[in-house]
């Protein structure tokens, strides 16, 4: 099963970006960031916009629907 929590935190290390880091810049709190990344919460549609644009990646590849980031961009 995938792990969304796992997958964002390997995008952000991939980058070397801190949760407060990735929070401040698409406008979200770094314990929303935390949780997401520990798999306590989902995010909202517009916090997954904002994940996909900033790691310039799409949704289906953000969620685990594909292996190809480039898809539906």
């Known amino acids: 099963m995938f792990n ?3 997958h964002l935190k390997a995008l952000r290390k991939a980058q070397n970006i801190t949760q407060k880091q990735l929070a401040q810049d698409i406008n979200a709190s ?3 960031i935390q949780n997401y990344e520990l798999n306590l919460r989902k995010p909202t549609y517009d916090i997954l916009i904002a994940l996909a644009d900033y790691f310039d990646v799409s949704i289906d590849y953000l969620v685990g629907r594909t292996d190809n980031p480039e898809i539906n961009k």
């Open 4 to 6: 969304f929590g796992e």
């Open 30 to 32: 770094e314990r929303g």
